[in-house]
């Protein structure tokens, strides 16, 4: 069974620094990779999905990146702000893992002003 | 609609009662999932319906919970004779890729969920 792994479990960071946010599995025969945001009490927003064959994506601050033969991830995300505060979910989605995606504990964000 | 949505938001249930939470993915999505997250979890996988045909029901706990999709688009998850581990958040999410079958493009959009506190 596919296990996804989140590092940290938790982060607090000041405003305007860059962190990165890790994610690994361990079943590499994904068909790709979808970060998630997560506001307390909300449903899962996508922020960027991987495919398989990518190896990353970016939309805005954010920058994924996926080396899928050493099963990991990471989420760039620059220049923070309070607004980042929320749980980031990696999910691997297909594959051996068969018609589902497998996710993360998450990583907690708190940016602090 | 523009996105995928549950209802209720909120359901209270007392220990043994029958549950029906409601999904519409978004229109026209072919994929549909549901998930079951547990307090500071992730989202663990329940079953996966491709139109109509349930493809995949591997993470339904026990035979108390079932799920339908009759027609393809609105979907239901059942869960007869709640008991209290049944309390999470239940997410769906639909997507639609091009080929119609889960691949590389799958990219899955969740609704807010509904939470089952059973009491």
């Known amino acids: 069974k596919q296990e996804v792994t989140q590092i940290p479990a938790a982060l607090s960071v000041p405003e305007g620094e860059n962190l990165v946010l890790n994610c690994s599995f361990t079943d590499s025969a994904i068909y790709n990779l979808q970060w998630f945001r997560q506001d307390p009490g909300k449903g899962l927003t996508s922020l960027l999905l991987i495919q398989s064959s990518q190896r990353e994506q970016t939309s805005g601050r954010l920058n994924a990146s996926l080396d899928k033969s050493s099963g990991r991830s990471t989420l760039y995300i620059a220049a923070s702000q309070p607004g980042d505060s929320a749980t980031y979910l990696c999910?691997?989605?297909?594959?051996?893992?068969?018609?589902?995606?497998?996710f993360g504990t998450g990583t907690s964000l708190t940016v602090i002003p | 609609g523009a996105g995928v949505s549950q209802s209720p938001r909120y359901k209270v249930a007392k220990r043994g009662q029958d549950v029906a939470l409601r999904c519409d993915p978004i229109?026209?999505?072919?994929?549909l999932f549901w998930y079951q997250q547990a307090l500071g979890q992730g989202p663990e996988f329940l079953t996966y319906?491709?139109?109509?045909?349930?493809?995949?029901k591997s993470g339904l706990p026990s035979d108390r919970f079932f799920a339908e999709r009759p027609e393809g688009s609105v979907s239901t998850l059942k869960i007869q004779r709640t008991q209290q581990e049944d309390s999470a958040v239940y997410l769906c999410?639909?997507?639609?890729?091009?080929?119609?079958?889960?691949?590389?493009?799958?990219?899955?959009?969740f609704g807010q969920g509904t939470r089952l506190t059973v009491v």
């Open positions: 319906f491709q139109n109509e045909a349930q493809l995949d």
């Open positions: 999910a691997v989605g297909g594959g051996n893992t068969g018609n589902q995606f497998y």
């Open positions: 999410a639909s997507s639609s890729p091009p080929e119609g079958f889960f691949n590389m493009n799958t990219e899955a959009f």
């Open positions: 229109s026209g999505h072919v994929s």
